[in-house]
């Protein structure tokens, strides 16, 4: 009866996370079913915490109070432009986690668990595994987000042969605990040798490509809490940790479409300057770069009937959130349709420009994802990009040679202006220049993009 | 073997049902999404709290561990994700 009870609950709790998931489904409701996944998570521990095998609390609840202290201030506390870090570092977590409830389980062995012995091993080899990659992983991607290690792609020569040394180690080593699972110490060399592999596969991988990265290491977290759910033969583990690794999967798929690469690419493949036939900067920007003032970009904006906005990290980083978004409230109450023209990958994360935006006090609906904007770019007076590089670069659509051939761009030079606020010409994460800012209806405003937003508001409310 | 048929046949029946619910979820949702998955993760704690509480010292010091690390990941995932998602708006 007793176990009926917590298995019952478990189910109850597995229902609500995924009624929480499908409450993200539309922003009306996804308050409402943040709100539900977090009371099918208490309904869960409370359950827990009345089974027979615990014989005391104090650390438990030692653990809870300090994990949920920490918890509460970086939830707090986090600026938004920094999610992408926060992110990266909760998936960390639940790798290091499942690392160690598996290390426990493995100490205990059957004791704790129903689960036959060759599962429990194979299970809890795989959550050391899948954990520790995880963890240093997401450490190594919250370093380079947070400027703690070189955003750039670092790589050494032999880089791939190690890595694949460092694979069939972790391989072998996967075999040694499934078939000697008294032998503790095995898992933990199994833990740190997928570690260091953890830490390898993500260094290479340079900052434009993090959303990637940020969403497969997501996926991660969720299939290590999976596998420890088969350790410990409990289903809401399964169930959740299998919700989880397939959100994170879509994501990832997502993101690499969006940058028309294949995961393996984005992965392993080193993103070089464009080979044969790309053009210099010189030849592409060599005098035809026009530079405007931000009381000329005011003028042209006090003209538009319909602008669009494309943000990009580059608003991030200069915290233009606000202003940018005071422009769009400037520019509507003098009748101007404002929108915002967001692409997948803009950004660290997957949806870093909205939560941005949503910041701001944008309403969802003003944003519109890629595909939206595109069918009627031609129609817009004024397109201001704000932070934005390669993802606006024609040349994916008209140079076959280039890095970033085929990526779906949005088309901001079918526009009839476009201004585009930049500190300098200097090529974007691909490298390569930008034919955008050489065309006849661009126009170029160097400089700190909050400064030069504030600037232009400043120089329309004086006109 | 029957009892991991039974775990796997779940842990197979959910990724489809994460596939169904997730591709429905619009772009704009996608950083609550991940913060909020992240939150859901941190359901290890059920594991972590059982390991905690036995007598053995080394598992009640790896479970102890794992209580923290996944209560950040629960309390920091649902607060950070209801703190976001307060901010979408309808325009008015």
């Known amino acids: 009866m007793y176990e009926f009870i917590i298995n019952f609950s478990y ?71 920094s999610m992408p870090e926060m992110v990266a570092l909760l998936n960390g977590f639940g790798g290091a986690a499942s690392i160690f409830v598996a290390g426990a389980a493995l100490i205990e062995g059957s004791s704790l668990t129903d689960s036959p012995i060759l599962q429990l091993t194979i299970a809890t080899a795989a959550s050391g595994l899948i954990g520790a990659v995880t963890f240093w992983g997401s450490l190594v991607a919250f370093g380079k987000l947070k400027g703690l290690i070189s955003e750039n792609a670092i790589l050494f020569s032999g880089q791939q042969g190690i890595n694949s040394v460092l694979a069939i180690l972790v391989l072998g080593l996967s075999i040694g605990v499934v078939l000697n699972p008294e032998s503790f110490s095995l898992y933990w060399l199994l833990v740190g040798v997928a570690s260091v592999l953890g830490i390898l596969l993500v260094l290479p991988i340079g900052g434009a490509d993090m959303p990637v990265v940020v969403a497969l290491l997501n996926s991660y977290s969720g299939l290590a809490a999976a596998a420890t759910g088969f350790v410990l033969s409990n289903n809401v583990l399964i169930i959740t ?116 935006m949503a910041e701001a006090d944008v309403p969802y609906d003003a944003l519109k994802d890629m595909d939206e904007i ?36 949005i088309d901001v030079d079918k526009a009839k202006i476009v201004v585009v606020i930049k500190r300098s010409l200097s090529p974007g994460f691909a490298g390569i220049p930008n034919p955008l ?24 409310k004086d006109s | 073997m029957e009892m991991f048929l039974m775990s796997f046949t779940v842990f197979v029946l959910a990724i489809f049902v994460g596939f169904e619910v ?9 950083t609550p999404l991940m913060s909020g998955s992240n939150a859901i993760s941190g359901i290890t704690l059920v594991g972590a709290i059982v390991s905690t509480g036995t007598e053995l010292w080394v598992t009640t010091v790896l479970g102890f561990l794992s209580v923290v690390l996944a209560t950040i990941n629960v309390i920091g995932g649902f607060m950070v994700t209801n703190r976001m998602l307060a901010m979408f708006k309808k325009k008015t």
């Open chain 1, 11 to 81: 189910l109850v709790a597995s229902v609500l996370f995924i009624f929480g998931l499908k409450g993200l489904t539309h922003p009306r409701t996804a308050v409402r079913g943040n709100l539900l996944g977090a009371c099918g998570m208490l309904l869960a521990v409370v359950v827990t915490l009345t089974d027979r095998h615990i014989v005391s609390y104090e650390y438990i609840i030692l653990g809870m109070v300090v994990g949920g202290a920490i918890g509460a201030v970086l939830a707090m506390r986090i600026e938004m432009t």
């Open chain 1, 241 to 356: 940790g299998s919700l989880v690794g397939a959100s994170g999967i879509i994501l990832t798929h997502i993101m690499c479409k969006a940058m028309n690469r294949s995961l393996t690419n984005v992965l392993f493949g080193v993103m070089g300057p464009s080979g044969e036939g790309g053009q210099t900067a010189d030849e592409v920007y060599g005098g035809k770069v026009k530079s405007a003032s931000p009381e000329e970009v005011a003028l042209l904006f006090d003209a538009a009937r319909r602008v669009v906005i494309v943000p990009g990290y580059g608003m991030a980083v200069s915290q233009a959130q606000h202003p940018v978004a005071s422009l769009a409230a400037l520019l509507e109450s003098r009748g101007t349709t404002v929108e915002y023209g967001i692409h997948p990958v803009a950004g660290r994360m997957p949806g870093h420009m909205n939560v941005l």
């Open chain 1, 374 to 409: 595109n069918q009627t770019i031609d129609q817009v007076d004024v397109v201001l990009v704000i932070g934005a590089n390669d993802v606006v670069n024609p040349l994916a659509r008209t140079d076959p040679s280039s890095p970033i051939a085929g990526m779906p761009i």
């Open chain 1, 437 to 460: 800012f050489a065309l006849d209806n661009s126009l170029m405003l160097f400089g700190d993009g909050k400064k030069m937003v504030l600037d232009i508001i400043a120089a329309l």
């Open chain 2, 22 to 30: 997730i591709t429905k979820i619009p772009p704009t949702l996608h």
